[in-house]
């Protein structure tokens, strides 16, 4: 499947999970949350005072990378991989959050993709494997 019709999928699923959702902020920083329970501690210190003001911003970053990604996967692995080797040193933020955030998107996005949409399914599919790629690369950037 070309990348044009995974960003035609991915963008139709978006369209349907906000019709479903509204605010995908909460499902998803739920889900991170769970996954990763120093996060709400984490977005607390360095939300100054404003952590779900910080939550949103995560949020706006991670819809821009899922709707970017098939047209400019250069554009979001540049923007991990200033941003996670940054975060990581500087802000003690780690990489597993980075990838948690994004299962926890794709997760909750997904879940209202109907079963027999393949298509749709194997467009976020390639989207998970390819952004994780990516911060697994930008991880290994921390270290050599």
């Not at 984490?42 to 911003?57: I, Q, W």
């Not at 879940?111 to 949409?117: I, K, L, N, R, S």
Request: negative net charge; charged residues 25%.
């Amino acid at each position: 499947m070309a990348d044009a019709e995974k960003l035609r999928l991915i963008e139709q699923s978006l369209f349907r999970a906000t019709e479903q959702i509204e605010d995908f902020t909460a499902p998803v920083m739920a889900r991170l949350d769970a996954r990763y329970p120093a996060v709400a501690a984490s977005f607390e210190h360095h939300g100054l005072g404003k952590p779900d003001k910080l939550r949103a911003e995560m949020m706006d970053n991670l819809i821009y990378c899922m709707m970017t990604w098939f047209e400019r996967p250069d554009e979001v692995r540049i923007l991990l991989y200033g941003s996670i080797p940054h975060h990581h040193e500087t802000l003690h933020v780690h990489a597993d959050w980075y990838a948690g955030l994004l299962e926890a998107g794709i997760d909750v996005i997904a879940e209202t993709v109907p079963a027999d949409a393949t298509d749709e399914h194997a467009a976020w599919d390639a989207m998970r494997d390819g952004i994780r790629l990516a911060i697994e690369e930008a991880r290994f950037g921390l270290t050599g």
